[in-house]
């Protein structure tokens, strides 16, 4: 979602400038404090690293916040918006690990950054390993700091950290389950569906709206409403990223289209293509995905497959229908006229972005 | 620090069953409720995983909040210190996974055990390398689940969450460094104290001690004394561990003594070796350690050095003064009486274990 699909007049953007100086502000403090030597060249890594994100999360958290009534001073919900993006950054991180990524949002990743600044070759890569592993740990303890010295009303404290701790057990059920289900293509559209509901869903629609609008002390109503419009809104999220995963622009996107091909997951396009496609295609899928060697002319193949089984097309149609019920939840919600506009482009820019 | 070093009788073990009773209930109940299929199976090695441990930390965090005056019902002092053993489970899952490390606590290692269970040979490293990371994420996570629900006056919730995150972040700190000087053996003293103090001594000891005096509320006297007794014995700790990893028996460590040779670790024993050895043994030092080849004669060689050169005995003074100035700390230390005799049974317990 950029500024290219979501006019950056919108007042979703407004608050993204505070957000970024303060982790900036937050960061260059910590890597000029650090307590060890050499510890503050990791630390502006972590700082560059994190100058390159959408922050999706943190302005839905500002939004969830004003949906919920917030109005006025806006530093608390700033705040815990870059707590909520500090925590994203270590899931990413470690994510990268796990994907064995070489590239994330255009530049290399943190693991094969610090991996490749090593100068003894045999340790190059556990060095890398090891280095990204304890940036994201100390990401998430920082996030927490964010989150702990953020001031709120003590009544509203408890139900904004069971917020948050919920949505980061979510991700990672998604992520064992996404785990669990790599290099096994035949996964059921239950498995691939209940993926995206955790991974991406919950963690980042549902969740950061919700905790912004626990901040602003949200009743039972509130909360359900940021459900009814982040669920499915998030699956949308997730499935144009399946689709922009192989069929998007690298330019755009920042990501190799080789990448989720060679990891051979599970995705909604391959799950919907091995469903109606002959033995032959099958076949081919069951090869081409999850080796680590395809290249580009392996991967307009996979590509060709894919639209012509329809997967492609029913997994756009998956998109607008909770587009739709997206929409329609915001009819019925207990929020203010302004959120809602908020919330209608944002809906309109998760399910149309390029990149 | 085991029975064997520290009377089973001692206060210090008193809340060990109500801390594991609660972990054990706590994964227990996630695993049961576990959002999706196969999830379950995880959580309960995470559980299996935790039941090894020697509970220094949490113990400590209670003897900390009794140290503070607290009395009476342990409820709270016994959560907030079954959180501090999650959050070190963390660092064991990453650490092991860093270090590549076969096992610990005499079983195999967290991401081992994942990668021999899979199906697919190409798959199984990296499945074990990605749950692993998720599992050591997960315990993170739960660690504040349990730290969040904790109850605890207002007052007093601000300095147990300001001790927490800073416990976190000066143990990757320290983890940091250790991962810069690996394969460096020419590291100076200081650093090597650096690491010691980072690592292990805030963390293990000094961070502990004073979240549970923070949760009774605690001023600056009892905590500045949770200092200057858990520094010098949390350093005592660590050169403990240097000598037990290379001269102590792996079947009471739970480790073999391969593995800190093998990773080229820069420990107290190396950095004194190589200030007084001349060339030769220095060159034989160069070449064993942090070769991942090398077997039990080279591991022998190694110790034959770490003796002639003084550096064994040269360490065993290091914790004996600190465990002297340690003790010097309670002569002063504004804690009730039996605090202080159970923190001297540690102090005793530290520097004498053989496990």
Redesign the interface.
């Known amino acids: 979602m950029s500024a290219e699909t979501l006019a950056v007049e919108s007042d979703f953007f407004a608050p993204r400038t505070a957000i970024d100086d303060l982790l900036f502000a937050f960061l260059t403090e910590k890597a000029q404090t650090?307590?060890?030597?050499?510890?503050s060249a990791?630390i502006l890594m972590l700082r560059d690293f994190i100058s390159g994100g959408k922050r999706v999360r943190p302005l839905l958290c500002v939004t969830g916040w004003i949906a919920a009534g917030g109005r006025g001073d806006l530093t608390q919900a700033v705040r815990l918006a870059a707590s909520i993006e500090l925590a994203h950054t270590?899931a990413l991180i470690?994510d990268d690990?796990?994907?064995?990524s070489d590239s994330r949002r255009g530049r290399p990743t943190v693991h094969r950054a610090l991996a490749d600044r090593h100068h003894?070759p045999r340790?190059a890569q556990?060095?890398g390993?090891?280095?990204a592993?304890?940036l994201?740990?100390?990401a998430?303890?920082?996030s927490?700091?964010l989150l702990?010295t953020t001031p709120m009303p003590?009544a509203h404290r408890?139900r904004v950290?069971?917020c948050?701790?919920l949505a980061?057990?979510?991700l990672?059920?998604?992520?064992?389950?996404d785990?669990?289900t790599?290099?096994r293509l035949h996964a059921s559209v239950e498995?691939m569906l209940?993926?995206i509901r955790?991974k991406t869903a919950k963690y980042t629609i549902e969740r950061p709206l919700q905790v912004g609008a626990a901040l602003a002390g949200a009743g039972p109503d509130v909360m359900n409403a940021c459900s009814a419009y982040g669920i499915p809104l998030g699956e949308a999220f997730q499935l144009r990223d399946d689709i922009l995963g192989v069929f998007g622009d690298p330019d755009r996107t920042g990501k190799s289209r080789l990448d989720d091909l060679r990891e051979?997951k599970c995705t909604s396009l391959v799950v919907h293509a091995l469903r109606v496609c002959g033995p032959a295609q099958a076949g081919r899928l069951h090869t081409l995905i999850g080796d680590p060697d395809i290249g580009e002319r392996e991967a307009a193949e996979v590509c060709s497959i894919l639209t012509s089984t329809g997967a492609r097309r029913a997994v756009e149609r998956m998109i607008e229908e909770r587009y739709r019920q997206a929409l329609d939840s915001l009819a019925l919600a207990p929020f203010p006229a302004d959120a809602v506009r908020t919330l209608k482009d944002v809906a309109e820019a998760v399910v149309h972005r390029a990149a």
């Not at 650090?34 to 510890?39: E, I, R, T, Y």
């Open positions: 650090a307590p060890v030597p050499g510890q990791l270590c470690h690990i796990m994907d064995a003894i340790l556990q060095y390993t090891g280095g592993i304890l994201g740990d100390l998430l303890v920082w927490d700091e702990h003590d408890a950290l069971r948050v701790d980061r057990s979510e990672i059920a998604g992520q064992h389950l785990l669990l790599t290099g498995t209940s993926i955790y051979g």
